[in-house]
T-cell receptor, first 113, second 111 residues
Framework: KAGVTQTPRYLIKTRGQQVTLSCSPI?????VSWYQQTPGQGLQFLFE???????NKGNFPGRFSGRQFSNSRSEMNVSTLELGDSALYLC????????????FGPGTRLTVL | GQQVMQIPQYQHVQEGEDFTTYCNSS?????IQWYKQRPGGHPVFLIQ?????EVKKQKRLTFQFGEAKKNSSLHITATQTTDVGTYFC???????????FGTGTRLQVTL
């Protein structure tokens, strides 16, 4: 069974640009969660999707958005990038919700210059 | 909002010594999950505890869930260099669709 995949793995952007990150969950998993990981703030929850619906959102500005497609693949978008958005963005999938075991992808390392 | 703190933030041990990390939530948890993240890697699920006072073992790792379901611990007996990494606890934040991660404990093991 293939694991969670994330693309791209590395990204360098400049302030003001926007970025789209992609996540393909494990086959059969319908819940996808996104996290931002930084050395100072740890693992911060961004949002969770299930059956194309956002069920929960963390405390991030509206510049952070996401969506889920009918095949459970998910994307997150960050607009008007700021230096502080530099982080490792992790996607995790689970069968029905993060209440149960989550499988993480390798992450996308975003650097904003 | 819910806060999940872990102590210590960092621990450095000699191989063969024991190690414990403690996890404390500001709210009662329906379950607690533990993850391990190796340097440069991503979090990997270790275990889930559901019942009050539950204890589970995985080889040299012992996990406990507190009676009040607000705290948990992970104990590693006779650490090895393969135990190096950051250990996170995580619990549902009042809803099953959101998981709050603890602040993490970074473990360094030297020979």
């Amino acid at each position: 069974k293939a694991g969670v995949t994330q693309t791209p793995r590395y990204l360098i952007k400049t302030r003001g640009q926007q970025v789209t990150l992609s996540c393909s969950p494990i086959s059969g998993h319908r819940s996808v969660s996104w996290y931002q990981q930084t050395p100072g703030q740890g693992l911060q929850f961004l949002f969770e999707y299930f059956s194309e619906t956002q069920r929960n959102k963390g405390n991030f500005p509206g510049r952070f958005s996401g969506r889920q497609f009918s095949n459970s693949r998910s994307e997150m978008n960050v607009s008007t990038l700021e230096l502080g958005d530099s982080a490792l963005y992790l996607c995790a999938s689970s069968l029905t919700s993060p209440y149960n075991e989550q499988f993480f992808g390798p992450g996308t390392r975003l650097t904003v210059l | 909002g819910q806060q999940v703190m872990q102590i210590p933030q960092y621990q450095h041990v000699q191989e063969g010594e024991d190690f414990t990390t403690y996890c404390n939530s500001s709210t009662t948890l329906s379950n607690i999950q533990w993850y391990k993240q190796r340097p440069g890697g991503h979090p990997v699920f270790l275990i889930q505890l559901v019942k009050s006072g539950e204890v589970k073992k995985q080889k040299r790792l012992t996990f406990q869930f507190g009676e009040a379901k607000k705290n948990s611990s992970l104990h590693i007996t006779a650490t090895q260099t393969t135990d190096v990494g950051t250990y996170f606890c995580a619990g549902p934040a009042g809803t099953a669709s959101k998981l709050t991660f603890g602040t993490g404990t970074r473990l360094q093991v030297t020979l």
